[in-house]
């Protein structure tokens, strides 16, 4: 039934969309950007790809970050031209992927603002994607009960607010808890909401929240170990969907190491391999293309300590998140393209940073540690 009236309201919409995917960067164009010897050769190179000249008006030396936001600028106009000409349900849709962001710069403003940091530069380093009309006004809030009752209450997000009223003071520990809580609900929230469009994109997007849903409570449980948060706490934060659910987080809730964190997710080979220190998580990497380079990945630090393992899990999260987003366009008639392709846009933006920042500080032999989308 979806296919005989999916293109009458989203037909132009997916074909413009597939039409953006089409412009993400190949093997070849990635090949090219690591062989640059300076920013000028990488924003020559990346101008003859879909990019185009979006960092011609920039001075040199350009700084990575500004190369960040200048792509991420090219997505978000992107994302508000389909948005602005979708309608329900898909309006809806791409509604919910917003509120992900929302709850991004709610927290970066409210820890900002706990650790005096300067409101202005606060409201610069917020996505674009999850702006609204009161985020400033956060800066002034004291307690979790009037961030809601002041700020709060008439924004998309107020409904998830419910389960955070409890916490007292906006301190650092309090501050991940109304984090990982907000996020437990939204990604309920969207599981429901993407249910009851049915479907494909039921089908596919219940996958692919699943597995945010189940590394979520991976990294809450990892983060956790050695903190005064309680084993009760920690269950609480948990979402209730997803292919842990349930007997992988009462696992989880009970986990005292990383060991038994690995115990927990062995039933789901997927999981499994993420913590087999035997797989080589480059496979489908920069690394593999670069010829004879053969280290892991490693975006998030080095691989010399517990902080290094933990961002080569992180690295693999990434790889299977490009994966399951990648699948998603094998299928047609269905609204989970729109959520992949930023996705797989906003880890492209990863990459070039990361390739920039080692061209940038002369880190040659760490440049093909990015993860390619195609």
């Given at each position: ?164 009223l ?16 907000l996020?437990?609900a ?6 429901a ?10 089908e ?34 948990f ?11 009462n696992s ?116 093909q ?6």
């Open positions: 039934m979806e296919a005989l009236l999916y293109n009458v309201d989203a037909g132009f919409l997916e074909g413009i969309l597939r039409g953006y995917k089409a412009g993400l960067l190949t093997q070849g164009q990635y090949a090219n950007l690591t062989q640059c010897e300076t920013i000028e050769d990488f924003r020559t190179q990346l101008s003859a790809t879909d990019y185009g000249n979006f960092l011609a008006n920039e001075t040199l030396p350009i700084s990575t970050s500004t190369i960040a936001d200048k792509a991420t600028q090219i997505l978000v106009d992107q994302f508000n031209y389909i948005r602005n000409n979708a309608v329900e349900p898909l309006a809806k849709f791409l509604d919910y992927i917003t509120y992900g962001y929302m709850i991004d710069n709610v927290i970066l403003l409210v820890t900002g603002t706990v650790h005096e940091r300067n409101t202005q530069e606060l409201l610069e380093r917020c996505h674009p994607l999850g702006v609204f009309d009161t985020l400033p006004a956060l800066c002034v809030a004291s307690n979790v009960e009037e961030l809601y009752h002041t700020v709060l209450v008439e924004t998309p997000i107020a409904p998830y607010f419910r389960d955070c409890s916490a007292s003071d906006l301190d650092d520990l309090n501050i991940e808890i109304i984090r990982n809580t996020y437990k939204y990604l309920e929230d969207f599981t909401f993407c249910q009851k469009i049915g479907g494909p994109t039921a596919i997007m219940t996958r692919i929240l699943a597995f945010e849903a189940d590394r979520r409570s991976i990294n809450i449980t990892i983060n956790s170990f050695g903190t005064e948060l309680s084993k009760e706490q920690r269950a609480k934060l979402p209730t969907i997803g292919r842990l659910f349930p007997d992988g987080n989880l809730a009970r986990a005292d190491d990383i060991e038994q964190v690995k115990l927990a997710c062995d039933y789901i080979p997927e999981y499994r391999a993420f913590f087999d220190s035997s797989n080589n998580a480059t496979s489908g990497r920069g690394a593999n293309t670069g010829g004879g380079n053969s280290s892991t990945a490693h975006l998030l630090g080095d691989l010399d300590d517990d902080s290094g393992s933990a961002a080569e899990l992180e690295d693999r999260f990434f790889l299977y998140e490009v994966h399951l987003n990648k699948q998603a366009f094998l299928q047609q008639f269905h609204y989970a393209i729109f959520y992949s392709y930023l996705k797989l846009k906003e880890q492209e933006i990863r990459s070039l940073t990361w390739i920039a920042e080692c061209i940038a500080q002369d880190a040659r032999d760490r440049i540690d990015f993860i390619p989308t195609f």
